[in-house]
């Protein structure tokens, strides 16, 4: 077994690709969903040795299979938001500290201490539902906040609006984590000049809305908060890391995670910095389930492994953390 040490503590290319290719025959070993979606490709530990020629399993097969790494008892199922009918993806994790230890020292990584902050969360329709990943980790953070007015609102905007200029104005460092839809409705109650906050986006209308692209969405944002930038978060429940925006959407990820973008027309292949195609994604704390995982998100790659997600496939389900459509 691969321990934590290892992956959270990778401090260089060199490092990542080993250890990912230690993760990938790990995987082909104990994940039978895996091994059998590697054979059918005609991949396996023998023939795979650079990131390049590892599989990525599609993240549809989170829908009809258990993707399990691990004969460990589950301890946590994660599943994802879907309309009426729709068949919802579940992430079975065996041991969610991997998990803890991931968002953890992911938000340190972009964003310092998290006592530093006071943390708000608008995020009424995970908050509604059972298994959200994003609720698990944004409840975690606001409990290692330590600051007594940290917290969840769900439909409340009038006790949001004047809890959030008491705190702007008093000089406290404030990050409000949004569902998109509802950062909305919240600067259509009040106009914001906001100068000691972070809004950061999680992206998703669930319905509720119209979806615009990210360009025209981070304006109103902006314009309503009074903020130069809207952060972003950009995770999922197939995964167990996640990736910032400090703004203008170009992500970037923790040092156990990295982004390939593949040919749309052969997913095989993969395409040059700066050109469109899908996203897949290396996600090393994924170590019980599959690191490995080819969204359904287009998206573009940029020097430093910086990366800009631009919308989805067509024809493919909305997801429940869906970002912006073009």
């Not at 994940?31 to 059998?36: A, F, H, K, P």
């Not at 199922?77 to 969610?96: A, E």
């Not at 600067?187 to 998703?204: A, D, P, R, V, W």
Request: aromatic share 10%; with cysteine.
């Amino acid at each position: 077994m691969i321990p934590q040490e290892d992956i959270f503590q990778i401090g260089s290319k060199k490092e990542f690709e080993k250890i990912t290719l230690k993760v990938f025959r790990h995987q082909y070993d104990n994940n039978l969903v895996y091994q059998q979606f590697c054979n059918f490709l005609k991949k396996d530990k023998t023939n795979v040795k650079s990131l390049t020629e590892i599989p990525f399993l599609p993240i549809q097969f989170f829908k009809s299979h258990n993707v399990l790494s691990s004969p460990e008892t589950i301890q946590q199922t994660f599943t994802s938001s879907g309309t009426t009918g729709m068949q919802t993806s579940k992430h079975l994790v065996t041991d969610v500290s991997w998990y803890e230890m991931s968002y953890r020292l992911g938000f340190s990584e972009f964003y310092g201490n998290i006592e530093d902050y006071c943390v708000l969360a608008l995020l009424p329709s995970y908050l509604e539902r059972e298994g959200s990943s994003l609720i698990y980790m944004v409840e975690d953070l606001i409990q290692s906040s330590n600051h007594e007015d940290s917290g969840f609102y769900l439909n409340n905007y009038d006790e949001l609006i004047s809890k959030l200029i008491e705190l702007d104005d008093s000089g406290q460092n404030v990050i409000l984590i949004g569902v998109t839809y509802a950062l909305l409705d919240l600067i259509e109650k009040q106009k914001f000049q906001l100068k000691n906050t972070i809004i950061m986006e999680t992206g998703g209308m669930k319905g509720k809305r119209k979806e615009m692209i990210r360009e025209e969405l981070h304006s109103i944002l902006c314009k309503g908060f009074g903020v130069s930038k809207i952060h972003s978060e950009y995770g999922m429940t197939e995964l167990l890391s996640q990736a910032y925006s400090l703004g203008d959407g170009i992500f970037e990820c923790p040092p156990w995670m990295q982004i390939l973008v593949r040919d749309t027309e052969d997913a095989l292949t993969y395409v040059s910095e700066g050109k469109t195609g899908g996203i897949n994604v290396i996600d090393l704390a994924n170590i019980n389930s599959c690191s490995f995982i080819a969204t359904q998100d287009l998206g573009k790659k940029y020097p430093n492994h910086s990366f800009e997600v631009l919308g989805r496939f067509d024809n493919s389900d909305i997801r429940g953390c869906n970002l912006m459509i073009v």
